[in-house]
């Protein structure tokens, strides 16, 4: 069976890495870079965030509302700079939103794979087995809603900013699939 496979398979990797050497449960997450990877997309870091634009080009805004494009200051109207200003609480949000959830995927993937234990060693059927761990992704999936919606309002923040100061163009680094996936992926019975 495809399930027992991958479970016992992941299930020593998910022991040593859940464990320290206290035996106390850690997560360390690295969320320095989100909607991209390899150094570019957005880097909250000491109250601000730094985009970095595919060519590898930043831009940075300020708790305050500022924008810094390339090291250079962009005056902005207070409109935008509110806008900024969410910009930045917004996606301090999300990250703060990811590393709750990074917390808790190492106690939901224990106590999944302690059910499909328990459920393998009490003779559960296979279907059983993988309706009642199905369900329990489901549960855990509903727990990134709030991140998703989150993607939807930083995108939104972002588009409105670009419009508004066409130089942040280049920055909008957030692409409707980031919203669409995290929604898709949220809803998908897988």
Request: aromatic share 6%; proline share 4%; hydrophobic share 35%.
């Amino acid at each position: 069976m495809k399930l027992r496979i991958s479970v016992l398979v992941l299930f020593p990797l998910l022991v040593i890495s859940a464990c320290s050497r206290s035996g106390t449960p850690q997560v360390n997450v690295n969320f320095n870079y989100m909607f991209s990877s390899d150094n570019h997309g957005l880097k909250v870091e000491q109250g601000r965030v730094i985009i970095t634009n595919d060519q590898g080009h930043q831009a940075v805004v300020t708790q305050q509302g500022t924008l810094t494009i390339e090291d250079k200051s962009v005056a902005v109207p207070p409109q935008v700079r509110d806008n900024l200003v969410q910009y930045v609480q917004t996606t301090q949000q999300l990250k703060q939103q990811g590393i709750e959830v990074a917390k808790h995927a190492g106690g939901f993937a224990i106590g999944i794979l302690s059910d499909v234990f328990g459920g393998l060693l009490s003779g559960e059927s296979d279907k059983d087995i993988e309706r009642n761990a199905n369900q329990s992704a489901a549960e855990f999936k509903k727990s990134v809603l709030p991140i998703c919606m989150s993607v939807q309002k930083l995108k939104q923040l972002q588009d409105k900013i670009a419009t508004d100061v066409p130089a942040f163009e280049p920055y909008a680094v957030i692409e409707d699939k980031d919203s669409n996936d995290c929604e898709k992926g949220i809803n998908s019975s897988e």
